[in-house]
């Protein structure tokens, strides 16, 4: 197809504009006609800055989960768990910012898109004093349990306080009622506590290994 000989968007604009769609409309309404009818402007001027659109969409996880996700002033040191939670926390209000977009990220957020990310948090542990050998750990990890918030908690209703199991029938399911009632956390709140929960948990592994090791030695 003929581009234009010159640009009528810019990169960033046509993704802004495509995330407006997607906010507003759902996923399956986006495409490259839609796009350009969006902007004023016809298709080919989409190639510009686009091959396909699966680099536009990649462009859009990549803006969602890098340049929108806010990265905590809290400085390394003994408390370092903290700054992940924190970050894990804005990434989560990133995401649920553009829930419509949310499986985008699962399939077009390849890791090597966020590489430099990567390289920090690896710079904030080893500054912290984290041991070398469980950075890969946490960072894989810390990874895991971000991406599958966002391929299950966007799906959910927005639901405020701690509604995870709305509707729940006591006399058929008791146990289940029982345990909903007794929760205490938001699912903000949760998600907080999970991530904590295994970083904390990735450092008690690792002595509890370490002094293993050492008593067979």
């Known amino acids: 197809m003929a581009r234009p000989s ?8 046509a ?11 759902g996923l399956e309404a986006f495409s490259l006609p839609r796009l350009a009818q969006h902007l004023g402007v016809r298709a080919p001027s989409l190639y510009h800055h686009f091959s396909d659109k699966n680099e536009i969409l990649t462009a859009i996880a990549k803006h969602i989960a890098g340049k929108s996700v806010i990265k905590p002033r809290r400085q390394p040191g003994p408390d370092w768990p903290e700054y992940f939670v924190s970050l894990a926390l804005n990434f989560r ?14 399939e077009h957020l390849p890791r090597e898109i966020l590489i430099d990310s990567f390289e920090d948090a690896a710079q904030f542990l080893s500054d912290s004093g984290v ?3 469980l950075h890969i750990q946490i960072l894989d990890g810390m990874e895991m349990l971000c991406i599958g918030a966002v391929m ?23 146990h289940l009622a029982e345990a909903a009632a007794a929760n205490e956390l938001s699912v903000k709140e949760m998600f907080a506590e999970r991530i904590r929960s295994f970083l904390y948990g990735v450092v008690l592994t690792g002595e509890n290994r370490q002094a293993g090791n050492e008593e067979s030695a």
């Open 131 to 133: 041991p070398l050998h």
């Open 6 to 13: 010159k640009p009528l968007i810019t990169r960033s604009t």
């Open 152 to 174: 299950v908690e966007p799906l959910r209703r927005p639901a405020g306080g701690r509604s995870l199991f709305p509707n729940i029938d006591a006399a058929a399911h008791p």
């Open 93 to 106: 209000q990133s995401v649920l910012r553009h829930r419509n977009a949310a499986p985008i990220l699962v």
């Open 15 to 25: 993704v802004a504009a495509s995330i407006e769609i997607i906010d507003s409309e």
